[in-house]
């Protein structure tokens, strides 16, 4: 399956759709890296990926292919600068003409950021092709020009939005997320709904993410407890990864909002799992956006089979609907028991407000905000 749609985004009177990845996905969907062309691979994953004998199946596609290889598995949750930095010098050195990334964001976001700083330290070698095996059913990285690394001195995480590193092939294997935890899987389904949520009352959402999104959030409600509840049912976690990719898509194009603002700041000073940071934000969000959005909430509504007579009544079946989810998976619905102490909390609030403020993620919210609202919503939530 290749996206053809090119270009959704609004100039005047003109809205463009862009999706470029060449995605493959299905059972024995690791089988297509045999198809791969290319001199030399350099793989981007964590040691874990290595442990349990992951990264050697991908060893294996790349021999059948023909392709040497090079493997950097120093990559760390939220990859730092430094780390970065280090894969980015090896990169180099290795003249790779082909990553790939395997693992969870952390890893797709850190492949796709060496990627681009090569790319841009010596422009005359060409861009790698990029190929991400994603592990996780939650980030949507694989098909977005977003990556996300963190500047540990300044307890910051930085986003990264560029073309070029959207990734040119995605394969979405489900095998390779067998082994993720209950609690992985649920604080990354819960980025994906929110990802989807937030991507469908955006600013710039439109007829192309509109479709991307509500089957996101329609899968994730039929899918994500059952992965929750037993890891190896195939058919739950394969559809869970589709709807990553499709919220992907949707949020690639229509960007998204405070939700994902706040838990930017949140991982970046407290270290909050990002998934878990939103799914604690989101019933507060749709709160905070139901008079701007008007009836977008009870679309979904409708759309999930929610009381919805009238738009308020909506708006609050989605919100229940969301903290059901949560509750049913262990994640609380308030800041203080991520295990936020309230001094380090309101010490830190004027710089989460700051930061969530200037996070890219809060252009494209539906209702505009303030700082002042920005700590409002997160003194509502603690």
Same mark, same amino acid.
């Given at each position: 399956m290749k996206t053809c749609l090119h270009g959704f985004r609004r100039v005047k009177d003109v809205t463009q759709f862009n999706g470029r990845t060449k995605i493959c996905y299905g059972e024995n969907a690791i089988n297509s890296l045999e198809k791969l062309k290319g001199r030399h691979a350099f793989i981007v994953t964590d040691s874990f990926m290595v442990k349990v004998g992951f990264a050697d199946r991908i060893i %294996?596609? &790349?021999?059948?292919?023909?392709?040497?290889?090079?493997?950097? !598995?120093?990559?760390?949750? +939220?990859? %730092?600068?430094?780390?970065?930095?280090?894969?980015?010098?090896? &990169?180099?050195? +290795?003249?790779? !003409?082909?990553?790939?990334?395997?693992?969870?964001? %952390?890893?797709?976001?850190?492949?796709?950021?060496?990627?681009?700083?090569?790319?841009?330290?010596?422009?005359?070698?060409?861009?790698?092709?990029?190929?991400?095996?994603?592990?996780?059913?939650?980030?949507?990285?694989?098909?977005?020009?977003?990556?996300?690394?963190?500047?540990?001195?300044?307890?910051?995480?930085?986003?990264?939005? !560029?073309?070029?590193?959207?990734?040119?092939?995605?394969?979405?294997?489900?095998?390779?997320?067998?082994s993720v935890p209950p609690s992985v899987t649920a604080a990354t389904g819960m980025d994906v709904l929110t990802h989807a949520l937030e991507a469908f009352v955006s600013t710039k959402a439109n007829a192309f993410t509109d479709l991307h999104a509500l089957h996101a959030i329609k899968y994730v409600f039929r899918y994500l407890l059952r992965c929750y509840r037993n890891g190896d049912d195939m058919e739950a976690r394969q559809n869970m990864l589709l709807a990553s990719c499709m919220a992907g898509m949707a949020f690639n194009n229509s960007g998204l909002g405070v939700a994902h603002s706040i838990a930017h700041t949140l991982g970046g000073l407290f270290h909050v799992p990002h998934g878990k940071a939103n799914a604690v934000m989101l019933p507060y969000v749709i709160r905070f956006n139901s008079f701007d959005v008007r009836d977008?909430?009870?679309?979904?509504?409708?759309?999930?089979?929610?009381?919805? !007579?009238?738009?308020?009544?909506?708006?609050? %079946? &989605?919100?229940?609907?969301?903290?059901?989810?949560?509750?049913?998976?262990g994640i609380p619905n308030r800041i203080r028991d991520l295990g936020i102490k309230e001094d380090d909390f309101q010490t830190g609030i004027e710089t989460m407000a700051g930061h969530a403020m200037d996070d890219a993620c809060t252009t494209t919210n539906p209702r505009r905000p303030s700082k002042r609202d920005i700590r409002q919503l997160l003194r509502q939530a603690y």
């Open positions: %294996s596609g &790349l021999e059948r292919a023909n392709i040497s290889h090079t493997l950097f !598995d120093k990559v760390e949750p +939220d990859p %730092s600068l430094e780390t970065v930095r280090q894969g980015t010098v090896q &990169l180099l050195s +290795d003249g790779a !003409d082909l990553i790939v990334a395997l693992g969870g964001g %952390s890893a797709i976001d850190a492949a796709k950021a060496m990627m681009y700083f090569a790319y841009k330290a010596d422009p005359a070698k060409g861009k790698a092709q990029l190929v991400v095996i994603p592990t996780t059913s939650g980030t949507g990285s694989e098909v977005t020009a977003v990556t996300v690394v963190t500047d540990t001195a300044a307890q910051l995480k930085i986003p990264l939005i !560029d073309e070029m590193i959207v990734p040119d092939i995605a394969v979405l294997d489900a095998r390779f997320t067998r977008r909430y009870r679309t979904i509504a409708r759309k999930l089979e929610l009381p919805c !007579d009238t738009v308020e009544q909506g708006n609050e %079946s &989605l919100i229940e609907a969301v903290r059901w989810l949560n509750s049913q998976m």
